[in-house]
């Protein structure tokens, strides 16, 4: 499979614990994106890596969200001290170098995420 | 107010007939310009990017008003396999900004 792939697909956990997902994208793509996705809502940017760094961040990355992509391969995205307001689906996306007017992302299929 | 607002959904149509979703975004240094296709729970994927001349990729034709700040998905000859939600999408350099979306269900 050479798609966007994220592990595990489902998280449940109990408020207060700590999760990380893993993305691993489409291999030749440098860019690596974090969405999150709320039931009846589209996707809201989280954050973006061009190889190994994070060049932009949403002010829905609070503090207790960290993201890493330490090899400018796979990405975790980690949550510290969940809340039952973080319970969303994680979607990852990649895309490659190219022309900018064209930057069509690649999605995995997500985690989706429940905090009880 | 949303930088991307779409169509109240959802629209409910029998198989055969056309439908039109529109679409409008407040940040006029938008980019590029798409809509995406979900199923349900699934990931979004890309249905066609949108072009100012406005472009056709069979039973879709996507238009783009820059100076409205329109853009607009028309399916004809409506199929039950295009039952899905239907992401209005604006880009400014690497991030996609989403619509809500639009449920539709295409009845037989």
């Known amino acids: 499979d050479t798609g966007v792939s994220q592990n595990p697909r489902h998280k449940i956990t109990k408020r207060g614990q700590n999760v990380t997902f893993r993305c691993d994208p489409i291999?030749?793509?440098?860019?690596l994106y974090w969405y999150r996705q709320t039931l009846g809502q589209g996707p809201e940017f989280l954050t973006y890596?061009?190889?190994?760094?994070?060049?932009?961040k949403s002010r829905l990355l609070s503090d207790r969200f960290s993201a890493e992509r330490p090899k400018g391969s796979f990405s975790t995205l980690e949550i510290q001290r969940t809340e039952q307001g973080d319970s969303a689906m994680y979607l990852c996306?990649?895309?490659?170098?190219?022309?900018?007017?064209?930057?069509?992302?690649?999605f995995g299929p997500g985690t989706r995420l429940t905090v009880l | 107010r949303k930088e991307v607002e779409q169509d109240p959904g959802p629209f409910n149509v029998p198989e055969g007939a056309t439908v039109a979703f529109n679409c409008t975004y407040s940040?006029?240094?938008?980019?590029?310009f798409f809509w995406y296709r979900q199923d349900c729970r699934k990931e979004p994927k890309l249905l066609m990017s949108?072009?100012?001349s406005g472009n056709e990729d069979g039973r879709f034709t996507a238009q783009l008003n820059r100076a409205s700040q329109y853009i607009s998905l028309l399916i004809r000859d409506s199929k039950l396999s295009d039952s899905a939600t239907y992401l209005c999408?604006?880009?400014?350099?690497?991030?996609?900004?989403f619509g809500k979306g639009t449920k539709l269900s295409v009845i037989p």
């Open positions: 890596f061009q190889n190994e760094a994070q060049l932009e």
């Open positions: 949108v072009y100012s």
């Open positions: 999408v604006v880009s400014r350099s690497y991030q996609l900004t």
């Open positions: 940040n006029s240094a938008s980019q590029s």
């Open positions: 996306a990649s895309r490659g170098q190219g022309a900018s007017s064209y930057n069509e992302q690649f």
């Open positions: 291999s030749e793509h440098n860019r």
